[in-house]
């Protein structure tokens, strides 16, 4: 009895002083993430408020010379020391986060290093301004009253912001220079009404809020000045290049091609979403043309009820999710509201969008913007929008934006509880996702058995988004210019009105600052189709559809192409 006793202590020792050197690779590995991402953190200031992280909330990022040289040479070191864990038995998990840290050191020194975005773009200090204000007053980590402090010293920090610009730009492209003043045009705006909102609550603040709004405005009025009279850059300036444009590919999305490849598979999907999209464009017109049905119009109907509409069709999509299976959504999740922009950011957010609590707040409310709904009461209008409510022609928008599209998918992420996979914001799997859930809700029954009009969109929807693949790596690797590109989308996605061609303007304006977000959209719902294909496969019978989400689902915000490896898929 003893002898046998003393044998499992040997065997208890034995298996901890192997067991040892995995936990200590493992506290290590994690001690540098923690590094890594405060580092990160901290440099960029305004994502950090974004994200629910409030150590740094009172400046900006710093872009001078010497800033962005001693961050290019703490990501070298990081470099270094990630490079000691390559082929390291880590576990599974940490395999996956060491691929994470990787990308997130490679991207952000390809931005600094390679790319020098703080060299060529004056959107990006439009953007940390205006963003650094409205993230904080967005924010429910604390009431406005105790906000207002740090609102008050970003606000102060915006002079000394566009002094670093005006050191550090050289030779921006216009079509940079025409979309930065367009912005601090409504930056400038956008301050003067926050700092109004925020003083009529709080009108013990209000001189120091209006000092250094008025000190905020000015060095953005003198900015915009100083852009009209820049030398600009080539007409293709604001391409990055097909090296960068490839590297992209493979570290921020984990993808297996170059751009040279992935312009052929997007000249592909164009061509079939061409031919689907003008088929059923066909079969509509022939067979679903029941001109103007009469709905009767309730007398207590008023523009008052639009909104109420909004949100219950919100939940109703909510319930039919967790009725259907199609994927878990926890009694706990946080609360998404639908509301009308608010007045001082109308001027950023002109349609409909998605605003998703920090994942690091303590409070999770995500708000859904819709365009402020008139307040008329004529029979002509309220007629117009009760046969819209009355065909439930909100849920094509709440299925992309809420449920279950990106409130569900960032509400789910968030509950990770390694704080790098909560941290994760890549592109492809947030968009992707949402672009996937409108063709997938559809076929599941949603909208019922046929609904023309609503698979016409989704078709619409696939046949944009592949044309903005070839846009996205044509402009990006020097093969079209902008004026080249708005020309090419507009032929080939056969826009005929000023309106739809003035939109397509500002979206490519749009397309190039974001090197490869375009692509992202419906890339990550093909990556997604192929992820559920392999499950289909290797489950057969067993598979479930809501399973198969929820598994997805739980890694975080993550690019779908490491979804193989956690997922046990072989890649086909």
Known sequence: MIKTLNVKIAVFYISLILLTPALALADAFQVLSSQIMEELQSFYPVRATEMGIHSYDHRFTDYSS??????????????????????????????????????NVDIALQDLKKIRWHKKSPQLYVDEAVNGLYFLVLSPHAPMSEKIATILVRMRAVPKLFATARKNLKKPPKIYIDAAIKSLEDGISFYKDVAGDISKQHPERADQLMKFSTQAREAMNDFMNFLSTMTPGSDKSFAIGKNNFDYKLKN??????????????????????????REYAGYVESNHQSGNNSVFVPSTFASSDILDYYNWETNQVRLFCEKNQIVSVPEDIGQVTVVETPAFLRSMHAGISYQPAGPFDTVQHGYFYVRPIPKIDEPGFLSGRYHYIHRRGFKGSVVHEAFPGHHLQLQLARTNDDPLRKSQFNIMMIEGWALYCEQMMYEEGLFGQENAAQWLAVLGGIRFRAARIIADISLHTGRMSYNECVDWMIDVLELKTESEKKYIQSEVRRYTLSPTYQMSYLMGKREIMKLRQAMMKKEGDNFALGKFHDALLAEGSIAPALMWQVLGLKKP
């Open 66 to 103: 010497s800033s962005v040289k001693k961050m290019i040479g703490k990501l070298n070191r990081f470099e270094k020391k990630l490079y000691k864990y390559r082929g390291a038995k880590l576990s599974a998990h940490n395999k996956i986060n060491y691929k994470l840290l990787k990308s």
């Open 252 to 277: 921020e999305y984990f993808l297996d091609y170059d751009s040279d490849s992935l312009l052929k598979i997007g000249q592909t999907l164009l061509k079939q979403a061409q031919e689907n999209y």
